[in-house]
């Protein structure tokens, strides 16, 4: 794998991510989890911050500060849906 690509790929998927999770049933995954947690919670609560830490870290290496914006997006994932789901 290519170092040169790992901040683009983090943020693709990540957005990849959070569009696939968004169109999963929210009920889908209580036999795994219980109750509590949905996959679009699973994926912006758990899952994007770690790929945003990933990215960030090896576009600030690389000075790819563009992709470094957007992995700092991609780490604040649960606030971005839930500043979109209370504005709708």
């Known amino acids: 794998m290519d170092l ?3 901040p683009k790929l983090t943020v693709v998927l990540g ?3 959070l569009i696939i999770a968004s169109l999963i049933p929210y009920d889908s ?11 679009l ?14 990215g ?3 576009s600030f290496l690389k ?6 914006i957007l992995n700092i ?6 606030f971005v849906t839930m500043a979109i ?3 709708l």
């Open 4 to 6: 040169r690509n790992t």
């Open 15 to 17: 957005i990849v991510l």
């Open 41 to 54: 919670g699973l994926v912006s609560l758990f899952i994007n911050p770690v790929l945003g830490i990933i």
């Open 63 to 68: 000075k790819q500060w563009l992709y470094l």
């Open 73 to 78: 997006v991609i780490i604040f994932s649960f």
């Open 29 to 39: 995954l209580e036999s795994l989890l219980g109750q509590g947690l949905r996959p």
């Open 56 to 58: 960030g870290i090896f």
């Open 85 to 87: 789901g209370y504005s």
